[in-house]
């Protein structure tokens, strides 16, 4: 098997000079003053967002494409915080478990018995789904083997992404899924050497260990001391998800999830936090300090029962929270519009129905992720000087708001659509998925190789 499923290296390579011309209904910005633009195209140039364009102003003839999408809306692509491309093919395969049951009993044994194959379908369906639903942006947790197949997917799709080695070193859910400390150190060096700034700088490199109780304080902090060879990675990992991983944090160490990572060094504005449900004040006093990130991920906080994380109180002590899907076995899904609609409306019955209104929800997904990965001058909202990374939303469906209005918009975006909205997304100036076409992959090919690779993965546990 080998490059058959992916159409990303057949993909013509964009022209130096490449002019193209986008005439939307309206365009999103996103930007400091969330701009809504009406009667204007938008004009790229070589992948980057070059100007706005008066409608009676242009020359068709001066663009190599002109798209005429003025029954549509453009957007900032998506940007999800935390994802686990891995995991897709297990969807449906793990559920009604508790975090630490799930891992034990379902997740860590699969993840074991990956191979190359299994893994390059389940990243291709990851990326694959991922861009159908707008996501132009991720932070990949990763696993334990084979990480440079992830990687060379990434790099063929042309979709934008953090990935890395998920470090295990210590497993007591599951002995047999983990490595040695000095091998973890090794390979995450030849990854990041490899792949950080593959790709044009679209590909970066993530510094990932799972989760405090699968790592060593060796590893921990060796790594953390790596990451500042390569500059522009993050540092990503799981804290304070659910109530009995706490716990046993607290056994171990005699100290909070956060505290402890405080305590060895690991937190700064490089660092992004998967969940952080259950948190106390001082941790909380440690994230703002920091500066350190949040991926919020509220349709997987329930499903595994872990709780609603407090994100009205982490927004209003000005820490940054982002959104990401997880992994699909603990949301079933990767859209960032359920992950949207979802982080506004668990906090409501709280917080009162003012709180995570969907402009508010809407940056969260943009902006603000590229903001929490270090990405906001090139990605994250449509400004003059920012790589094209953008998605056509159909806000005309029989399901959205009939109305045209400004203050609907945001609404409309975050309560009303669904991946389905999504016709044409691009990234770095190149058409990922046209009219609801992906032209990344050949979906069916790679739907009926995935439940193949599944089949066979299912044999080996
Ligand atoms: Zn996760």
Same mark, same amino acid.
Request: proline share 3%.
């Given at each position: 098997m080998g490059r058959s499923q992916s159409r990303g290296k057949s993909m013509s390579k964009k022209k130096s000079g490449e002019k193209l011309l986008i005439i939307p209904k309206?365009?999103? =910005?996103?930007?400091?003053?969330?701009?809504?633009?009406?009667?204007?195209?938008?004009?790229?140039?070589?992948?980057?967002? +070059? *100007?706005?364009?008066?409608?009676?102003?242009?020359?068709?003839?001066?663009?190599?494409?002109? @798209?005429? +999408?003025?029954?549509? =809306?453009?957007?900032?692509?998506?940007?999800?915080?935390?994802?686990?491309?891995?995991?897709?093919?297990?969807?449906?395969? +793990?559920?009604?478990?508790?975090?630490?049951?799930?891992?034990?009993?379902k997740i860590f044994p699969f993840e074991n018995a990956h191979n190359k194959e299994s893994l390059r379908l389940t990243a291709q369906l990851s990326i694959n789904e991922l861009l159908m639903g707008g996501t132009t942006t991720f932070l990949d947790m990763g696993t334990l083997r084979y990480g440079e197949v992830v990687f060379s997917e990434l790099i063929n799709s042309g979709i934008r992404g953090f990935s890395g080695k998920c470090l295990i070193d210590i497993n007591d859910l599951y002995p047999d899924f983990k490595s040695s400390t000095d091998d973890e150190i090794k390979d995450i060096m030849n990854l990041a050497k490899r792949f950080h700034n593959s790709a044009d700088w679209r590909i970066r490199y993530?510094?990932?260990?799972?989760?405090?109780? *699968?790592? *060593?304080? %060796?590893?921990?902090?060796?790594?953390?001391?790596?990451?500042?060879?390569?500059?522009? *990675?993050?540092?990503?990992?799981?804290?304070?998800?659910s109530i009995d991983e706490i716990n046993e944090v607290? %056994?171990?160490?005699? %100290?909070?999830?956060?505290?402890?990572?405080?305590?060895?060094?690991?937190?700064?504005?490089?660092?992004?936090?998967?969940?952080?449900?259950?948190?106390s004040d001082i941790e909380r006093k440690m994230l703002k300090d920091r500066d350190t990130k949040i991926a919020h991920c509220p349709s997987a906080n329930l499903k595994l029962g872990s709780g609603v994380a407090p994100i009205p109180i982490y927004l209003k002590e000005g820490i940054s929270v982002t959104l990401g899907a997880d992994g699909a076995p603990c949301n079933n899904?990767?859209?960032?519009? $359920?992950?949207?609609?979802?982080?506004?409306?668990?906090?409501?019955?709280?917080?009162?129905?003012?709180?995570?209104?969907?402009?508010? @929800?809407?940056?969260? +997904?943009?902006?603000?992720?590229?903001k929490a990965l270090h990405l906001q001058d090139d990605v994250g909202s449509i400004e003059i000087g920012k790589k094209a990374d953008l998605v056509l939303m159909d806000l005309d469906s029989y399901s959205n708001s009939y109305s045209d209005l400004d203050? =609907?918009?945001?609404?409309?975006? @975050?309560?009303?659509?669904?991946?389905?909205?999504?016709?044409? @997304?691009?990234?770095?100036?190149?058409?990922?998925?046209?009219?609801?076409?992906?032209?990344?992959?050949?979906?069916?090919?790679?739907?009926?190789?995935?439940?193949?690779?599944?089949? $066979?993965?299912?044999?080996?546990?």
């Amino acid at each position: 098997m080998g490059r058959s499923q992916s159409r990303g290296k057949s993909m013509s390579k964009k022209k130096s000079g490449e002019k193209l011309l986008i005439i939307p209904k309206q365009i999103i =910005t996103a930007d400091p003053q969330d701009r809504i633009i009406k009667d204007k195209a938008l004009e790229i140039i070589d992948g980057k967002i +070059a *100007s706005f364009i008066q409608l009676n102003n242009y020359k068709k003839e001066n663009y190599d494409e002109v @798209v005429d +999408a003025r029954n549509l =809306t453009l957007i900032p692509g998506f940007i999800q915080t935390h994802i686990h491309l891995s995991q897709t093919l297990f969807r449906g395969l +793990a559920e009604d478990l508790p975090l630490l049951d799930w891992l034990r009993l379902k997740i860590f044994p699969f993840e074991n018995a990956h191979n190359k194959e299994s893994l390059r379908l389940t990243a291709q369906l990851s990326i694959n789904e991922l861009l159908m639903g707008g996501t132009t942006t991720f932070l990949d947790m990763g696993t334990l083997r084979y990480g440079e197949v992830v990687f060379s997917e990434l790099i063929n799709s042309g979709i934008r992404g953090f990935s890395g080695k998920c470090l295990i070193d210590i497993n007591d859910l599951y002995p047999d899924f983990k490595s040695s400390t000095d091998d973890e150190i090794k390979d995450i060096m030849n990854l990041a050497k490899r792949f950080h700034n593959s790709a044009d700088w679209r590909i970066r490199y993530s510094f990932s260990p799972r989760f405090v109780l *699968s790592c *060593s304080e %060796k590893l921990l902090k060796e790594t953390k001391e790596i990451m500042k060879d390569f500059p522009g *990675s993050v540092y990503h990992t799981h804290s304070s998800e659910s109530i009995d991983e706490i716990n046993e944090v607290r %056994k171990r160490f005699h %100290k909070e999830n956060i505290e402890y990572f405080n305590s060895i060094g690991v937190l700064d504005d490089h660092t992004v936090l998967a969940h952080c449900v259950h948190t106390s004040d001082i941790e909380r006093k440690m994230l703002k300090d920091r500066d350190t990130k949040i991926a919020h991920c509220p349709s997987a906080n329930l499903k595994l029962g872990s709780g609603v994380a407090p994100i009205p109180i982490y927004l209003k002590e000005g820490i940054s929270v982002t959104l990401g899907a997880d992994g699909a076995p603990c949301n079933n899904n990767l859209s960032i519009f $359920n992950e949207m609609r979802m982080a506004s409306l668990i906090q409501k019955p709280f917080n009162g129905t003012g709180s995570m209104d969907a402009k508010t @929800v809407f940056r969260m +997904a943009t902006i603000e992720g590229a903001k929490a990965l270090h990405l906001q001058d090139d990605v994250g909202s449509i400004e003059i000087g920012k790589k094209a990374d953008l998605v056509l939303m159909d806000l005309d469906s029989y399901s959205n708001s009939y109305s045209d209005l400004d203050e =609907t918009i945001y609404s409309d975006i @975050v309560f009303s659509s669904k991946t389905e909205n999504v016709r044409s @997304v691009m990234v770095d100036g190149k058409w990922l998925v046209k009219e609801r076409e992906s032209l990344a992959y050949d979906q069916r090919e790679i739907i009926s190789k995935g439940k193949e690779e599944l089949k $066979n993965l299912l044999k080996r546990l």
